[in-house]
């Protein structure tokens, strides 16, 4: 059996689903898809119900690599479940291509492309502290403002009041740890 596999990162792209479901049903899932609107970071409620589902003989397809995995690690873990249930794991667009699993070239293909962007993604990281760290150096980049910092006046004047920090976090919408440290500085 061939069971479909869809997922999008937020509830806006509807349209983006739309199309995973309308190709898997295109590819002959016909009989069970799963979907689901969840980054790919968080728990994927449905892919587990996916994996849990599926037995020896069946395919699990997806659409994109990106839609089922967020790392190399992640996909290796993946493949690694649906080989022991006798899986096969099809992936419509791969780079223009089609990858398969169930052939040993597909397998190879999907890890060393898998790693690649993998790699890929690590440089792109890396790119952005080394910008972030250059944008610093030249007085460009200020980050976020500091919530706490912004209430200080009305810590103060809550402190002044007798009011514990436990509160005056509650009742700011602060952390507790924030207050006792705000509270420890010098005034200006």
Do not use: N
Request: with cysteine; net charge positive; charged share 30%.
């Amino acid at each position: 059996m061939l069971v479909g596999y869809a997922r999008t990162s937020t509830f806006d792209q509807v349209a983006g689903l739309d199309a995973q479901l309308r190709d898997l049903a295109a590819t002959g899932c016909t009989e069970r898809i799963f979907s689901e609107q969840v980054s790919s970071v968080a728990h994927r409620e449905q892919l587990e119900t996916a994996l849990d589902f599926v037995r020896d003989g069946d395919t699990l397809v997806v659409t994109r690599l990106d839609r089922l995995c967020r790392s190399t690690a992640d996909l290796l873990r993946i493949i690694d479940r649906l080989q022991a249930k006798g899986v096969a794991l099809r992936i419509l667009d791969f780079g223009g291509s089609e990858v398969d699993t169930q052939s040993p070239t597909g397998k190879l293909v999907l890890t060393v492309l898998s790693a690649m962007a993998q790699f890929e993604l690590e440089l792109q990281k890396l790119r952005m502290r080394e910008g972030i760290a250059k944008a610093k150096a030249a007085g460009k980049y200020k980050g976020r403002a500091p919530t706490a910092r912004r209430k200080l006046p009305e810590i103060r004047e809550l402190s002044a009041q007798g009011f514990k920090p436990a509160s005056i976090a509650e009742r700011l919408s602060i952390s507790r740890a924030s207050v006792y440290r705000l509270l420890a500085e010098e005034p200006a």
